[in-house]
């Protein structure tokens, strides 16, 4: 049985996949990144990175999620302009390939760093040449039910980056480093 290293206090895996985004993950994203166009958040669960979006002036943000509203991604036929989103791991792959056939420009996801090995990961996604940037946070953070409100979180065992893909890029990818060693919580919390 594989090791979940999520803060899930129960040790089973949530359902869909259900781990909110601390805010501070999104802010660093964009920081470096921008996007120009519409956005939208496909698994917005309890809608974090849509709140870090409007924060930091996106006007245009579409969202929803399966276990909120029952719609499903897999199932969207509207292109959009761009995605940011923290899939449910293990819908990934079928998340990024829905999003390169509706996305007019880029699509951001939040997955852990060795996302990036893979045999059929590199048939079918990394040989479109698409991602374009990985930004690699310089410390773990813990992905769990509940977000502070101030963004911070705790860490963990898992290493997580943002994986940007731009459907107009053919290349491999540069890797960078988001450094958010100031948003993790020390052990007194």
Known sequence: MG?????????????????????NLTRRLLEAQS??????????????????????????VKFYDILTGGKSFLDESRTIDNIITNPPFSLAKEFILKA????????????????LHGKQRFDEIYSLKI???VYVFTRYPMLSDEIRPDGKYKTGMMVYAWFVFNQSFKGNPSIFWLDNNEDCLNLRG
């Open 100 to 115: 390169h056939e509706i996305t007019n420009y880029k699509f951001a996801f939040l997955l852990p760093l060795n996302y």
């Open 35 to 60: 996007f120009n166009g519409s956005i939208l958040e496909p698994a917005c669960g309890n809608g974090a990175i849509v709140t870090v979006l409007n924060e930091f002036g996106y006007k245009d």
């Open 3 to 23: 090791k979940n290293f999520s803060l899930n206090t129960n040790k089973a895996r949530h359902k869909s996949d259900f781990y909110q985004t601390p805010y």
């Open 131 to 133: 991602l374009e940037k």
